[in-house]
């Protein structure tokens, strides 16, 4: 039991720094790339996932790209 | 028996004991009249009131309204594709659709109610954002939601028909061009004469480009280290644009009057919304976003270490209407000024944007639509603090027009203190001297205030009187930043809607790739917002007198209109017995809205009617006279056809929100008297779309 607290206290500032990151990014529009990822190679064998850097620039256009308006702030 | 009663006791005890001290802090709040509170007090109270009604109220909207289920399918669920429909942890949507929803309006709206004294503000803050804000925005997620995502102008259309809905879309138009001439108008009015505030502000657009470079060539897709890096440049930007604007050289070529900085503002947003997103709108959005988040955080830390005390009377006599910052009486102008913090139809966009979209469970969404406009709203609450916690001589001073207060601090001290608050010459020039300023005298529009208020609390925590300045045009630099980023994204935004509308006429007009097309509804959409800029950069009175009210009314209007939806909703749900949730603030915000239209369109007061300035102006040029601030018969007519806009414009928020009011009682009727649920939700069977 004295052994596990260190080692779950550390797992659980990891879950919340990965959370805290996740959150910042989201912010901006940019979700989860290994969700993403993990959910093409699931559900679709086929297909080959992008890249991270096309997905980068894939949620970059989502948010503020032609014909969207996602992006837009409020008051 | 007694096993009962004790559960009630444990279920119910803690929560009956933040109760008792959110009554006790408002009892102090509201009771203190002749020496100052502490403003914890303030915010005491309302984090008891925001905790109660999120425990109670949000629960019943869930448990009775909404009847949440944790087993059905969300949107994210069912259309999960890794990119726009994703499951997403509760807690990390929560930031993405806190940092969605929070914009310079919580900030400004209190700021300028605060002519008041707080305790009018405080409590519609309160009381708008328990009853009609955060009920909005969760209603709006839950319908949103339950509908596969859809927006604010689908749902409309669907629920209650295609002319309502054509309504909307025109009347979303219309709303944004007033929100983005009053967001760009509050940056002209902070940096008219400010060569510090100038300087930093304007690095702010090469800066974003480096990171823009950066984050495309040298090391794509780290928005972590590119924010660092730009932050990091920002801050010597603040502490370069003091040597800038001491400097005999570059301080005046970085002065400039409102009506230049509105001209420069109009080019930009042209310019700033054809360029790609890469290298300027997405990387400054990455510093606006952070900068927001981290300095709400900062202040919220400020006023707990700090405990300022009110300067501000609780209520000042201006509850009559005879405030210098705005006109018009207590009701309904007080609940037109403050806009977003209490209630906001802009978050009707939003809740049925990308959020209903990331939900993992359905129960989440009482969390995120509830939970995060009551953090919203306590970005107001500590609005109101940050103005009445400076003097309110000098809150006066900032606020008031020019035509009251003249232009020197002498004629300044003795405007305000025969308004009731005493001040002296020596107050103003100091002030100014302490914040980097040349004047402070008629910096309207909210942000320097704000501004003086943020930098009185964070330099009595860090850095003290030598700090001063550096947090006001931080603070500055926090606003324009971000509202720079709503000039651009929401003039994207607009040119994709002309697109739209013009293609029901010309189809050909939708074709978002072509230049042509684009070129010219860009110029529409920021020729209509440079308008009412222009026209407020230049008008006596300040502009914001003209301008915050029409943006108010628009907003709530656009409110009214989504819990129209709502209580549509439910009706079709056939839940009417719980329709009163969203009937009572609904019918509040049409009776606020619908009055200070009616009186900005009829008042005999030129102060508050539109057509009575209008006459008073035409009367005069009949006569072949010249009121100021015109100079000559071109001004005269200029005013009087801005006051005839204006007036058209509050005519046809009036005709809208009857409209869609109208469309949305006779949905009400229809569905009672169906025999069946009339709703037009998903069906929560259906397998996953793929």
Redesign the interface.
């Known amino acids: 039991m004295a052994m596990l607290q260190p080692q779950s206290l550390r797992s659980r500032l990891q879950t919340l720094s990965k959370?805290v990151?996740?959150?910042?990014?989201?912010?901006?529009?940019?979700?989860?790339y290994a969700?993403?990822?993990a959910?093409?190679r699931q559900?679709h064998p086929d297909q080959a996932?992008m890249t991270?850097?096309e997905f980068?620039?894939?949620?970059?256009?989502?948010?503020?790209?032609?014909?969207?308006?996602?992006?837009?702030?409020?008051? | 028996m007694s096993t009962a009663i004790g559960r009630q006791v444990r279920d119910h005890g803690p929560w009956a004991l933040v109760g008792a001290l959110g009554a006790a802090a408002l009892a102090i709040v509201a009771s203190q009249r002749d020496e100052t509170i502490n403003a914890l007090w303030v915010v005491v109270a309302a984090i008891c009131v925001y905790v109660i009604a999120y425990r109670y109220y949000s629960k019943f909207i869930a448990d009775k309204v909404m009847r949440l289920d944790p087993k059905r399918q969300t949107p994210a669920v069912r259309h999960?594709?890794?990119?726009?429909y994703?499951p997403?942890?509760r807690?990390?949507?929560?930031?993405?659709h806190f940092?969605?929803?929070?914009?310079?309006?919580p900030l400004v709206g209190p700021v300028l109610a605060a002519q008041m004294g707080y305790l009018p503000g405080m409590l519609w803050i309160l009381a708008g954002v328990v009853l009609a804000g955060a009920v909005q925005d969760f209603m709006v997620l839950f319908v949103s939601m339950r509908r596969d995502g859809r927006s604010l102008g689908e749902l409309i259309r669907a629920e209650l028909g295609t002319v309502p809905g054509i309504i909307a879309l025109f009347g979303t138009f219309l709303i944004m061009v007033i929100?983005l001439a009053v967001?760009a108008l509050i940056v002209v009015k902070a940096l008219a004469e400010s060569p510090w505030g100038t300087f930093t502000v304007m690095s702010t657009i090469p800066i974003a480009m480096l990171m823009g470079v950066y984050a495309r060539y040298i090391r794509?897709?780290r928005?972590?280290e590119v924010s660092v890096l730009g932050f990091v440049l920002l801050m010597l930007a603040i502490i370069g644009g003091g040597s800038v604007a001491a400097s005999p050289v570059w301080g005046p070529a970085f002065t400039f009057t409102g009506p230049q900085l509105c001209w420069m503002l109009i080019g930009y947003g042209f310019v700033a919304s054809i360029l790609p997103?890469?290298l300027l709108?997405?990387p400054r959005?990455?510093l606006s976003?952070?900068l927001k988040?981290g300095t709400i955080v900062g202040l919220a830390l400020g006023i707990a270490v700090v405990a300022p005390h009110m300067q501000m009377p609780a209520v000042t006599k201006f509850v009559d209407g005879t405030g210098p910052v705005w006109a018009g009486s207590l009701f309904p102008f007080l609940f037109i000024t403050i806009?977003?913090g209490a209630v906001?139809g802009?978050?009707a966009?939003?809740s049925s944007?990308?959020t209903p979209k990331?939900i993992a469970n359905e129960t989440d969404a009482r969390f995120i639509g509830y939970g995060g406009m009551l953090m919203e709203s306590f970005v107001a609450i500590m609005a109101l603090v940050s103005a009445c916690v400076i003097d309110p001589g000098v809150y006066f001073t900032m606020n008031s027009p020019a035509a009251l207060l003249g232009t020197t601090p002498e004629t300044a001290a003795a405007a305000v203190t025969k308004l009731g608050f005493s001040t002296t010459p020596e107050v103003i020039t100091q002030t100014a001297a302490d914040v980097g300023e040349r004047t402070i005298i008629s910096r309207a529009g909210g942000a320097p205030t704000l501004a003086v208020g943020m930098a009185h609390i964070i330099s009595s925590a860090i850095g003290g009187k030598a700090m001063m300045a550096f947090w006001y045009h931080f603070a500055i630099l926090f606003e324009a930043l971000?509202i720079l980023?709503?000039v651009d994204?929401?003039t994207?935004?607009c040119r994709?809607?002309v697109q739209d509308l013009v293609a029901l006429a010309v189809p050909s007009f939708k074709n978002?790739?072509s230049w042509g097309p684009s070129i010219v509804a860009t110029a529409i959409a920021v020729g209509a917002w440079g308008y009412f800029l222009y026209q407020g950069v230049t008008d006596p009175l300040g502009g914001i007198n003209t301008l915050w009210p029409l943006?108010g009314i628009s907003?709530q209007m656009l409110a009214a209109v989504a819990l129209t939806l709502c209580t549509v909703v439910i009706f079709k749900m056939k839940r009417e017995r719980y329709a009163f949730v969203t009937i009572i603030p609904t019918a509040w915000l049409c009776l606020c809205t619908l009055t200070a239209g009616w009186q900005k369109l009829f008042s005999a007061d030129p102060k508050i009617g539109f057509l009575a300035h209008a006459d008073r102006y035409a009367t005069a040029a009949a006569e072949g006279k010249i009121l100021a601030p015109a100079k000559n018969a071109d001004q005269m007519a200029q005013i009087i056809l801005n006051d005839r806009i204006d007036a058209v414009l509050a005519a046809l928020f009036i005709g809208l929100v009857v409209a869609i009011a109208g469309f949305g009682i006779a949905a009400c009727l229809k569905a009672w008297r169906a025999d069946r649920w009339t709703a037009l939700e998903t069906d929560p069977r259906l397998a996953p779309a793929?």
């Open positions: 959370c990151c996740d959150g910042a990014r989201l912010m901006v529009g940019q979700g989860d969700a993403y990822a959910h093409i559900t996932p991270e850097l980068f620039r894939n949620r970059e256009n989502a948010r503020f790209g032609v014909g969207n308006t996602s992006g837009f702030r409020c008051c | 999960n594709d890794g990119l726009d994703v997403t942890n807690s990390v949507l929560f930031g993405h940092a969605a929803i929070a914009g310079a309006g929100l967001l794509p897709g928005i972590g997103v890469w709108l997405a959005d990455y976003t952070f988040i806009a977003c906001s802009f978050h966009l939003i944007g990308t990331l971000f980023t709503a994204a929401g994207r935004a994709f809607m978002t790739t943006f907003n793929e």
